[in-house]
C-alpha cells in the first residue's frame, strides 16, 4: 500500500493486525525477518495534499491498559497499529509507540503513554504533546505494576499541570518551569511506586513538547535520542553502574557489554523516598525526529541500525515496528518498548 | 537511615524463612541465642559456647547459605570460603575477630568467631548527629594499622575489598574492629542477565568493577568510608564515584582541609593519583593528629600559609598566594568616585561611567584620559557603542540618556526619562532600548534619539534589554519578565518572585533566555514564547547577570558563590565559594571565567572546574561585569579604579 493510501484511506493495511476486537491479551512477538535493505537510496517524504482535519486533533492512548482493565493483569496489550491517527506530514509533529514482549521473556514489564494534540483557531496555541516509556523492574508482577504506575503517574499529573491549561488558555501551565513540573510528575511518581508496589522499580522517561521545545526528565536506563539523517544523539544518560565507570573512563564498551553488572541501576523510580530527576531542555529543528525507548531496543540495535530504520521509514508508525522486529531479530531477550516523534518541516 | 533496595530480577531470592531459632545447639557445642544481623550472604547469630559451663562465652556465628543450585558451582564456592577461612584463621590482629571454628551442616557452612560487643559505624551514624572530627580520624588510623596488617602478608598481600560503615565496629572500649571479611565474596550470586536491579555498593573502588584488587582499593574503601560518615551522605544513594561532587565541607565545615585533602586523594577514581600505600595515608592521618584541630591549615586559595613538614601536602598545587604572585594591574585609572558599572571597550579606546557624574574615555593600552563628559548624575549604566554611527550610549542619574561621539566625547543627542536611568542600552535593529527607574522600556531611533515607542513595565527597569530578531526582553523590579514584540506591544509575561535586575543573556542557538531574580533563582526560559524550562535555585538573591559559553551558564549570587550550570539540564557543574555575595557579573574568556566580588576581589577560575587560578584584591567591593579586550581584562571597583590586568595563560 502506497504512503499516501495509508495516510488518508480507511482501508486496513493488510499487514496490520485484524481491529475491530478485544486486543489479544499478549501481542505475538513481531519475528518477522527484516526485508534486506537494499535500496541505496533513502525514500524522502512525500509531499502531500493538506489533508482534511477537524480543527483540532486529540489523540491519546495507553499501552498499558490503563483506562479499561486496570493493573490486575499485569499484561500489555498493544492496541491495534493503525489505531493511530497518522499526522506525517509537514504541519505537526507526527508520532508511533510500539511495544513487544520480546523473544525470551514471560512478561512485558514495559509500559508507555502518548498524548498529542494540535490545535488550528484564532487562539494561538502551540502543538502541545507528552511521551513516557517506562520499564519495570521486580519480580511477582511487581515490573509491569511499577512502570504502569510511573506512566499513569506522570502522564496524568502533566496533562493536569501542563496540558490542560493549554487546552484551557490559562497561564497556570508557565507557573512553574516545565522541567521543574516534570520533575515533580517523576517523584509523584515514584511516590506512588514506593508506597504501592514497595518491591518494584521502574525506569521513566518522559518526553513533553511543546511548540519545537523538547522538555526531557529521565530516570534509569531508557533512552531519549535525537535523531537527524546523518546522526544518532544520546540526550539521557544511562543511570547505571557501567555507565557511569564508561563515563570515567574506568571501563570501555565493550568491557561493559558483557559486565556481570551490566543491569545494576544506581537510580530509579522505587529506589528511595526521595530521587534526582535528571532533566533537559532542546530546541527540536524541523523534521528532526526523538526517539524513547527502553534498553530492550538499545541493548540489541546499535545506534547506525536505529538510525538507517528510521531514515528508511518516514512513517514513525512503521519505524517504530521495524525497530521491534529489529530488536527482536537480534534476539529480543528483552521487553522492547519505542516511540518515535518526529517534527514537522 | 535509607536502605538500599535490591531488586533480584525474576523471583524472590528464597532466603526467608530459614534462620535457626534460639535454643538451637550447633555442633552440640553452639546454642543459638538470636539473629544478630542479617548480611548480604545469610544470617549472623549470636551464640553460647558451651564448652565453657562456667563462663558465659559469646561467639558470633555467621551463616553462610548460597542460592546457586548448581553443585559443581556450590561446592567450589564453599572451598573458596574454606580457604579464606584458613587464612583468616592464621591471622592476629587486635582489630581483626578472631576465628574459632569453620564446619559445614545440611548445605550450610558456619563460621564461629569473636562475638564483638559494640556497634557498626552505620548503626553509629544513624544514632548520632554529630561524630567528634578526633575521634573520626583515630578511627581511620586504627582503620589504617589493620588494613596495613592485612596489605603486608606473605605471600600474598590481604585486600580486605569490603570496606563500608557496616563493616567497621566500635566495641565497647571504643576500639575499631574489622567484620565481614571478603570470605562472602565466594557467595556473591550472579545475577547478569537476568534481570535488572537497583542499588550499588556504594564503596568500592572503580579498578574493583575490573576484577582488580590492590591496596590502593582499599585506600579508596577507607576514604569512601571516612567521607560517608563525615558527610552522611550514603554514597549508595548518590551516583557511584561521585564523592568529590559532595565536597565535605558543604556539609560538615568543621572538618579541617587538610583531612578533606586526605580523603579527596584517597578517592581519586585513577589508582595512581591516589595514596599508594597504607603507610603513606596513615602518615597523613598521623600529621594530623599531631596539630591542633583548631590550626588553620593551609587551602587552595586562602592566603599561604608556610608549609614545613615534608608530607604529601607539599605536592598539592597551592594556586595562589593571595595577591596573584606578583601579577599587577598593567594600569590603573582613579576616576572620583564609585565605578558601578562595567567599562565598554571601542578599538584603542575604553569608556567607562563613574558614579563622578563622569563618562571617561581613555586609552586601552596605557590608561591615559582621551576625554570625559559629566552629566548632571552618577552614571549607573554601562556605555554601549553604536558602530553605525559611532556614538557611544549611556544613561546617567540626572534621568538622561546621552549618546556621545565616541571620539571627541561631543554630544550627539540625548533623551531625557522621568527617573533615573540604571540599565544599560542594547543596540538593534537601528534602535536604541532600555530601561528607566519611571518604570518604562524606551526603543529610540539610534541617529537622533527620536523615540518610537515606550512599554510601561510598571516598575523601574534597570537590566539592559535583550534584543532578538523578533522579540525584546526586559525584566522589572516588580519581578516580571516581559517578551515585547519590536513594536513594542507585549506578548508574553512570566513572573519571578522577586525583583529583578539582572541582565538577561541570549543564547542564539538553541532561543533560549536567561535571567536571575532576588527571589535566589536563576531562569531559563524560551525566549520566543516566554515559556519557562528550569530554574536553579542558589540561597540569596541573584543580581548578577549570567553568561554562557560552551553549554555552560555562569552566574554569581548573593549567597557568596560563583555557579557554573549546564545550560540544558540545569545540573550544577561547579560553584565556588567568594565567602561575601556576589552581585557582579561574570565573563568567560578562553577557558576561564573572570568576575569580582563584594569581598574587594577579582577572581580567575578555571571555568571547567571551578579552581582558583588567581585573585587580586581591590580597594572595593566590585559590582559590575570585567570586559576582555585583547590582551588586557578590564574591571571597574568601587575604589574608584578602573583595572586594567595583562591576560595571562
Not at chain 1, 551490566?262 to 523516598?273: C, E, M, S, W
Not at chain 2, 596489605?151 to 563493616?167: A, E, G, L, W, Y
Not at chain 2, 519611571?438 to 539592559?464: C, E, I, T
Given at each position: 500500500?502506497?504512503?499516501?493510501?495509508?495516510?488518508?484511506?480507511?482501508?486496513?493495511?493488510?499487514?496490520?493486525?485484524?481491529?475491530?476486537?478485544?486486543?489479544p491479551?499478549?501481542?505475538?512477538?513481531?519475528?518477522?525477518?527484516?526485508?534486506?535493505?537494499?535500496?541505496?537510496?533513502?525514500?524522502?517524504?512525500p509531499?502531500?495534499?493538506?489533508?482534511?482535519?477537524?480543527?483540532?486533533?486529540?489523540?491519546?492512548?495507553?499501552?498499558?491498559?490503563?483506562?479499561?482493565?486496570?493493573?490486575?493483569?499485569?499484561?500489555?496489550?498493544?492496541?491495534?497499529?493503525d489505531?493511530l491517527?497518522?499526522?506525517?506530514?509537514?504541519?505537526?509533529?507526527?508520532?508511533?509507540?510500539?511495544?513487544?514482549i520480546?523473544?525470551?521473556?514471560?512478561?512485558?514489564?514495559?509500559?508507555?503513554?502518548?498524548f498529542?494534540?494540535?490545535?488550528?483557531s484564532a487562539?494561538?496555541?502551540?502543538?502541545?504533546?507528552?511521551?513516557?516509556?517506562?520499564?519495570?523492574?521486580?519480580?511477582?508482577?511487581?515490573?509491569?505494576?511499577a512502570?504502569?504506575?510511573?506512566?499513569?503517574?506522570?502522564?496524568?499529573?502533566?496533562?493536569?499541570?501542563?496540558?490542560?491549561?493549554?487546552?484551557?488558555?490559562?497561564?497556570?501551565?508557565?507557573?512553574?518551569p516545565?522541567?521543574e513540573?516534570?520533575?515533580?510528575?517523576?517523584?509523584?511518581?515514584?511516590?506512588?511506586?514506593?508506597?504501592?508496589?514497595p518491591?518494584?522499580?521502574?525506569?521513566?522517561?518522559?518526553?513533553?513538547?511543546?511548540?519545537?521545545?523538547?522538555?526531557?526528565?529521565?530516570?534509569?536506563?531508557?533512552?531519549?535520542?535525537?535523531?537527524?539523517?546523518?546522526?544518532?544523539?544520546?540526550?539521557t544518560?544511562?543511570?547505571?553502574?557501567?555507565?557511569?565507570?564508561?563515563?570515567?573512563?574506568?571501563?570501555?564498551?565493550?568491557?561493559?557489554?558483557?559486565?556481570p553488572?551490566?543491569?545494576?541501576?544506581?537510580?530509579?523510580?522505587?529506589?528511595?523516598?526521595?530521587?534526582?530527576?535528571?532533566?533537559?531542555?532542546?530546541?527540536?529543528?524541523?523534521?528532526?525526529?526523538?526517539?524513547?525507548?527502553?534498553?530492550?531496543?538499545?541493548?540489541?540495535?546499535?545506534?547506525?541500525?536505529?538510525r538507517?530504520?528510521?531514515?528508511?521509514h518516514?512513517?514513525?508508525?512503521?519505524a517504530?515496528?521495524?525497530?521491534?522486529?529489529?530488536?527482536?531479530?537480534?534476539?529480543?531477550l528483552?521487553n522492547?518498548?519505542?516511540?518515535?516523534?518526529?517534527?514537522?518541516? | 537511615?535509607?536502605?538500599?533496595?535490591?531488586?533480584?530480577?525474576?523471583?524472590?531470592?528464597g532466603?526467608?524463612?530459614?534462620?535457626?531459632?534460639a535454643?538451637?545447639?550447633?555442633?552440640?557445642?553452639?546454642?543459638?541465642?538470636?539473629?544478630?544481623?542479617?548480611?548480604?550472604?545469610?544470617?549472623?547469630?549470636?551464640a553460647?559456647?558451651?564448652?565453657?559451663?562456667?563462663?558465659?562465652?559469646?561467639?558470633?556465628?555467621?551463616e553462610?547459605?548460597?542460592?546457586?543450585?548448581?553443585?559443581?558451582?556450590?561446592?567450589t564456592?564453599?572451598?573458596?570460603?574454606?580457604?579464606e577461612?584458613?587464612?583468616?584463621?592464621t591471622?592476629?590482629?587486635?582489630?581483626?575477630?578472631?576465628?574459632?571454628?569453620?564446619?559445614?551442616?545440611?548445605?550450610?557452612?558456619?563460621?564461629?568467631?569473636?562475638?564483638?560487643?559494640?556497634?557498626?559505624?552505620?548503626?553509629?551514624?544513624?544514632?548520632?548527629?554529630?561524630?567528634?572530627?578526633?575521634?573520626?580520624?583515630?578511627?581511620?588510623?586504627?582503620?589504617?594499622?589493620?588494613?596495613?596488617?592485612?596489605h603486608?602478608?606473605?605471600?600474598?598481600?590481604?585486600?580486605?575489598?569490603d570496606?563500608?560503615?557496616?563493616?567497621?565496629?566500635?566495641?565497647?572500649?571504643?576500639?575499631?574492629?574489622?567484620?565481614?571479611?571478603?570470605?562472602?565474596?565466594?557467595?556473591?550470586?550472579?545475577?547478569?542477565?537476568?534481570?535488572?536491579?537497583?542499588?550499588?555498593?556504594?564503596?568500592?573502588?572503580?579498578?574493583?568493577?575490573?576484577?582488580?584488587?590492590?591496596?590502593?582499593?582499599d585506600?579508596?574503601?577507607?576514604?569512601?568510608?571516612l567521607?560517608?560518615?563525615?558527610?552522611?551522605?550514603?554514597?549508595?544513594?548518590?551516583?557511584?564515584?561521585?564523592?568529590?561532587?559532595?565536597?565535605?565541607?558543604?556539609?560538615?565545615?568543621?572538618?579541617?582541609?587538610?583531612?578533606?585533602?586526605?580523603?579527596?586523594?584517597?578517592?581519586?577514581?585513577?589508582?595512581?593519583?591516589?595514596?599508594?600505600?597504607?603507610?603513606?595515608?596513615?602518615?597523613a592521618?598521623?600529621?594530623?593528629?599531631?596539630?591542633?584541630?583548631?590550626?588553620?591549615?593551609?587551602t587552595?586559595?586562602?592566603?599561604?600559609?608556610?608549609?614545613?613538614?615534608?608530607?604529601?601536602?607539599?605536592?598539592?598545587?597551592?594556586n595562589?598566594?593571595?595577591?596573584?604572585?606578583g601579577?599587577?594591574?598593567?594600569?590603573?585609572?582613579?576616576?572620583?568616585?564609585?565605578?558601578?558599572?562595567s567599562?565598554?571597550?571601542y578599538?584603542?579606546?575604553?569608556?567607562v561611567?563613574?558614579?563622578?557624574?563622569?563618562?571617561?574615555?581613555?586609552?586601552?593600552?596605557?590608561?591615559?584620559?582621551?576625554?570625559?563628559?559629566?552629566?548632571?548624575?552618577?552614571?549607573?549604566?554601562?556605555?554601549?557603542?553604536?558602530?553605525?554611527?559611532?556614538?557611544?550610549?549611556?544613561?546617567?542619574?540626572?534621568?538622561?540618556?546621552?549618546?556621545l561621539?565616541?571620539?571627541s566625547?561631543?554630544?550627539?543627542?540625548?533623551?531625557?526619562?522621568?527617573?533615573?536611568?540604571?540599565?544599560?542600552?542594547?543596540?538593534?535593529?537601528?534602535?536604541?532600548?532600555?530601561?528607566?527607574?519611571?518604570?518604562?522600556?524606551?526603543?529610540?531611533?539610534?541617529?537622533?534619539?527620536?523615540?518610537?515607542?515606550?512599554?510601561?513595565?510598571?516598575?523601574?527597569v534597570?537590566?539592559?534589554?535583550?534584543?532578538?530578531?523578533?522579540?525584546?526582553?526586559?525584566p522589572?523590579?516588580?519581578?516580571?519578565v516581559?517578551?515585547l514584540?519590536?513594536?513594542?506591544?507585549?506578548?508574553?509575561?512570566?513572573?519571578?518572585?522577586?525583583?529583578?535586575?539582572?541582565?538577561?543573556?541570549?543564547?542564539?542557538?538553541e532561543?533560549?533566555?536567561?535571567?536571575g531574580?532576588?527571589?535566589?533563582?536563576?531562569?531559563?526560559?524560551?525566549?520566543?514564547?516566554?515559556?519557562?524550562?528550569?530554574?536553579?535555585?542558589?540561597?540569596?538573591?541573584v543580581?548578577?547577570?549570567?553568561?554562557?559559553?560552551k553549554?555552560?551558564?555562569?552566574?554569581?549570587?548573593?549567597?557568596?558563590?560563583?555557579?557554573?550550570?549546564?545550560?540544558?539540564?540545569?545540573?550544577?557543574?561547579?560553584?565556588?565559594n567568594?565567602?561575601?555575595?556576589i552581585?557582579?557579573?561574570?565573563?568567560?574568556?578562553?577557558?576561564?571565567?573572570?568576575f569580582g566580588?563584594?569581598?574587594?576581589?577579582?577572581?580567575?577560575?578555571?571555568?571547567?572546574?571551578?579552581?582558583?587560578?588567581?585573585?587580586y584584591?581591590?580597594?572595593?567591593?566590585?559590582?559590575?561585569?570585567?570586559?576582555?579586550?585583547?590582551?588586557?581584562?578590564?574591571?571597574?571597583?568601587?575604589?574608584?579604579?578602573?583595572?586594567?590586568?595583562?591576560?595571562?595563560?
Amino acid at each position: 500500500m502506497s504512503f499516501f493510501r495509508r495516510l488518508f484511506s480507511n482501508q486496513a493495511d493488510p499487514k496490520s493486525p485484524p481491529t475491530g476486537r478485544t486486543a489479544p491479551l499478549v501481542d505475538t512477538p513481531v519475528n518477522t525477518p527484516t526485508p534486506s535493505v537494499a535500496a541505496p537510496s533513502i525514500p524522502e517524504v512525500p509531499i502531500v495534499d493538506k489533508p482534511l482535519r477537524p480543527t483540532a486533533e486529540l489523540e491519546s492512548r495507553s499501552v498499558n491498559g490503563l483506562g479499561t482493565g486496570g493493573l490486575t493483569d499485569g499484561v500489555t496489550r498493544p492496541l491495534p497499529q493503525d489505531a493511530l491517527i497518522d499526522l506525517t506530514g509537514n504541519e505537526h509533529l507526527a508520532f508511533g509507540q510500539a511495544t513487544d514482549i520480546g523473544m525470551v521473556r514471560t512478561n512485558n514489564q514495559d509500559s508507555a503513554f502518548s498524548f498529542f494534540s494540535a490545535a488550528r483557531s484564532a487562539f494561538e496555541r502551540p502543538d502541545f504533546g507528552l511521551f513516557v516509556v517506562a520499564d519495570g523492574m521486580g519480580g511477582h508482577h511487581d515490573g509491569e505494576k511499577a512502570s504502569a504506575l510511573a506512566a499513569r503517574a506522570v502522564g496524568a499529573y502533566l496533562m493536569d499541570k501542563i496540558g490542560m491549561s493549554l487546552l484551557q488558555g490559562d497561564e497556570r501551565y508557565n507557573e512553574v518551569p516545565i522541567t521543574e513540573a516534570m520533575s515533580d510528575a517523576v517523584l509523584k511518581a515514584n511516590a506512588d511506586v514506593v508506597q504501592k508496589v514497595p518491591d518494584g522499580g521502574t525506569t521513566c522517561t518522559a518526553v513533553m513538547v511543546i511548540g519545537d521545545m523538547a522538555y526531557i526528565a529521565h530516570v534509569g536506563d531508557s533512552r531519549a535520542y535525537f535523531v537527524q539523517r546523518e546522526k544518532v544523539e544520546r540526550l539521557t544518560r544511562d543511570h547505571s553502574l557501567v555507565e557511569r565507570l564508561i563515563e570515567l573512563e574506568q571501563l570501555t564498551r565493550e568491557e561493559a557489554e558483557d559486565h556481570p553488572q551490566k543491569n545494576v541501576l544506581y537510580r530509579a523510580l522505587g529506589q528511595t523516598d526521595t530521587i534526582e530527576v535528571d532533566t533537559l531542555t532542546r530546541r527540536l529543528p524541523p523534521r528532526s525526529r526523538i526517539l524513547i525507548c527502553s534498553d530492550g531496543l538499545w541493548n540489541q540495535v546499535d545506534d547506525a541500525k536505529i538510525r538507517d530504520v528510521i531514515n528508511l521509514h518516514p512513517n514513525p508508525q512503521e519505524a517504530c515496528s521495524e525497530l521491534v522486529k529489529l530488536a527482536n531479530n537480534s534476539g529480543g531477550l528483552d521487553n522492547v518498548t519505542v516511540i518515535l516523534l518526529q517534527l514537522p518541516g | 537511615m535509607p536502605e538500599t533496595k535490591q531488586f533480584m530480577g525474576m523471583e524472590g531470592d528464597g532466603r526467608n524463612d530459614t534462620s535457626l531459632k534460639a535454643n538451637v545447639v550447633l555442633q552440640n557445642r553452639y546454642k543459638i541465642l538470636g539473629v544478630i544481623g542479617g548480611g548480604g550472604m545469610g544470617t549472623v547469630y549470636q551464640a553460647r559456647d558451651l564448652m565453657f559451663t562456667e563462663a558465659k562465652r559469646l561467639v558470633a556465628i555467621k551463616e553462610m547459605q548460597s542460592a546457586v543450585t548448581d553443585a559443581n558451582l556450590r561446592t567450589t564456592m564453599l572451598r573458596n570460603f574454606q580457604r579464606e577461612a584458613n587464612i583468616l584463621a592464621t591471622l592476629s590482629h587486635p582489630a581483626i575477630p578472631k576465628i574459632f571454628d569453620f564446619f559445614d551442616l545440611s548445605d550450610r557452612a558456619y563460621l564461629v568467631m569473636e562475638y564483638i560487643n559494640g556497634r557498626d559505624l552505620e548503626v553509629i551514624l544513624s544514632q548520632t548527629k554529630e561524630l567528634p572530627i578526633d575521634k573520626v580520624i583515630d578511627w581511620a588510623i586504627e582503620l589504617c594499622d589493620v588494613l596495613d596488617y592485612l596489605h603486608s602478608q606473605t605471600p600474598n598481600p590481604i585486600i580486605f575489598r569490603d570496606m563500608k560503615p557496616s563493616n567497621v565496629m566500635i566495641d565497647a572500649l571504643g576500639r575499631v574492629r574489622l567484620i565481614d571479611f571478603g570470605i562472602a565474596k565466594a557467595f556473591v550470586r550472579d545475577d547478569s542477565g537476568k534481570g535488572t536491579m537497583i542499588g550499588t555498593e556504594g564503596y568500592s573502588a572503580p579498578e574493583q568493577y575490573r576484577g582488580e584488587a590492590i591496596p590502593a582499593s582499599d585506600i579508596f574503601g577507607l576514604g569512601a568510608t571516612l567521607h560517608h560518615i563525615l558527610t552522611r551522605k550514603d554514597p549508595r544513594l548518590e551516583i557511584p564515584f561521585s564523592f568529590h561532587e559532595r565536597p565535605i565541607p558543604n556539609f560538615n565545615p568543621t572538618v579541617p582541609s587538610r583531612m578533606v585533602s586526605i580523603i579527596e586523594k584517597s578517592l581519586a577514581k585513577d589508582i595512581p593519583d591516589r595514596f599508594q600505600t597504607v603507610p603513606e595515608i596513615r602518615t597523613a592521618f598521623n600529621e594530623l593528629r599531631s596539630r591542633p584541630l583548631s590550626m588553620p591549615y593551609a587551602t587552595t586559595g586562602s592566603s599561604g600559609q608556610p608549609q614545613q613538614s615534608t608530607n604529601f601536602f607539599d605536592d598539592m598545587t597551592v594556586n595562589s598566594d593571595g595577591d596573584l604572585g606578583g601579577l599587577q594591574p598593567k594600569w590603573k585609572f582613579k576616576t572620583e568616585d564609585e565605578i558601578r558599572v562595567s567599562p565598554t571597550v571601542y578599538r584603542d579606546m575604553v569608556l567607562v561611567g563613574s558614579y563622578d557624574t563622569n563618562m571617561w574615555a581613555l586609552k586601552l593600552d596605557s590608561g591615559e584620559q582621551v576625554w570625559k563628559y559629566a552629566t548632571r548624575g552618577g552614571i549607573a549604566s554601562s556605555p554601549t557603542v553604536d558602530e553605525t554611527n559611532k556614538n557611544v550610549v549611556f544613561g546617567s542619574e540626572d534621568f538622561t540618556v546621552y549618546a556621545l561621539d565616541v571620539r571627541s566625547g561631543r554630544i550627539s543627542w540625548s533623551f531625557q526619562t522621568k527617573d533615573r536611568i540604571r540599565s544599560g542600552a542594547r543596540i538593534a535593529h537601528d534602535h536604541v532600548f532600555f530601561g528607566s527607574d519611571d518604570g518604562k522600556v524606551y526603543a529610540l531611533n539610534v541617529l537622533n534619539g527620536r523615540m518610537l515607542w515606550a512599554f510601561d513595565a510598571g516598575a523601574p527597569v534597570r537590566s539592559r534589554p535583550v534584543v532578538t530578531e523578533e522579540i525584546i526582553i526586559v525584566p522589572s523590579a516588580t519581578g516580571e519578565v516581559y517578551g515585547l514584540s519590536l513594536s513594542g506591544q507585549r506578548k508574553w509575561t512570566y513572573r519571578t518572585r522577586g525583583a529583578v535586575y539582572s541582565s538577561p543573556y541570549f543564547e542564539p542557538n538553541e532561543g533560549s533566555l536567561f535571567v536571575g531574580s532576588s527571589d535566589g533563582f536563576m531562569y531559563a526560559f524560551d525566549a520566543h514564547t516566554g515559556v519557562s524550562s528550569w530554574r536553579f535555585r542558589t540561597g540569596a538573591a541573584v543580581i548578577s547577570s549570567p553568561t554562557e559559553n560552551k553549554g555552560l551558564l555562569y552566574f554569581g549570587s548573593a549567597d557568596g558563590y560563583m555557579y557554573a550550570v549546564n545550560a540544558q539540564t540545569s545540573r550544577e557543574k561547579w560553584k565556588f565559594n567568594a565567602e561575601k555575595p556576589i552581585v557582579g557579573s561574570p565573563i568567560v574568556h578562553k577557558d576561564a571565567v573572570y568576575f569580582g566580588g563584594t569581598d574587594e576581589y577579582f577572581y580567575c577560575l578555571d571555568a571547567n572546574t571551578g579552581k582558583e587560578r588567581w585573585k587580586y584584591k581591590t580597594g572595593g567591593a566590585i559590582t559590575s561585569a570585567p570586559t576582555v579586550s585583547n590582551d588586557l581584562i578590564l574591571v571597574g571597583s568601587l575604589d574608584h579604579i578602573l583595572y586594567a590586568f595583562p591576560l595571562i595563560n
